[in-house]
């Protein structure tokens, strides 16, 4: 009798799926679409994970990925930086109080904090995601972005140089890598890695903002930044 029902139980625990395996295939597709970096695909990526969250509103990696579906948008589509921090805000505020030691979750809060200013809650979650992985691109990332504005530039091309290592053709990570270069006072670097990073995705928002970093200034970039400027 004992063993039988040990054999039941096993088994129940290998058939009874959890909320990751029910959602394996929406979820797994919605981060590849992130990926892509293309308007489209990032808005089927948003609605896959909505849709997800109208069965299971407490799936964390819904509740992430969603918050990062925007935060592309606002970078190859038109989606604002107030619009993309007002409709994170709640997702993240959620996802950490389900799981408030998962590091991309920690990592996400960190950026979003960075962001509106509050700098030392944002220091101490990012160290809080890295103690658990160092392997994630985008947390090293987003660690070389909070050091370039406090001007601790070698910390940060440190940084980057991490995240372009496990990420070597994400374009933001890359862009992130030239901007390393560029505050170290290495422009052939810089260009390197941010032509790379254009190659790998050729349109986004503010790709005509970010040519001036790079390259000097002649008709045809004034004018591009001139649309820019007046679209968005």
Partial sequence: ?????????????????????????????????????????????????????????HNVEALNGLCNSYRLLAIYDTLTESERDSLCQPLLDKAYSLEPNN????????????????VERSERLFIQALNITQSDALIWHWVGQLKRSQNKVDIALDAHTKAFRIAPNDPIILRGLAYAHLNNRDL?????????????????????????????LNQERALAYLNWHDQY
């Fill in 1 to 57: 009798i004992i063993v039988t029902a040990l054999l039941w139980q096993t088994n129940q625990s290998h058939t009874k799926p959890n909320s990751s395996d029910t959602f394996f295939e929406p979820l797994s597709l919605a981060s590849h679409l992130l990926t892509q970096k293309s308007s489209e695909q990032l808005k089927q990526a948003k609605q896959l994970y909505l849709d997800v969250l109208s069965q299971d509103k």
């Fill in 103 to 118: 590091p991309q979750v920690l990592a996400s809060m960190a950026r979003q904090s960075y962001e509106r200013g509050d």
């Fill in 188 to 216: 052939i670097n810089a260009r390197k890695y941010f032509e790379r990073s254009v190659l790998i995705a050729p349109t986004f928002k503010n790709k005509a903002l970010y040519e001036l970093d790079f390259y000097p």
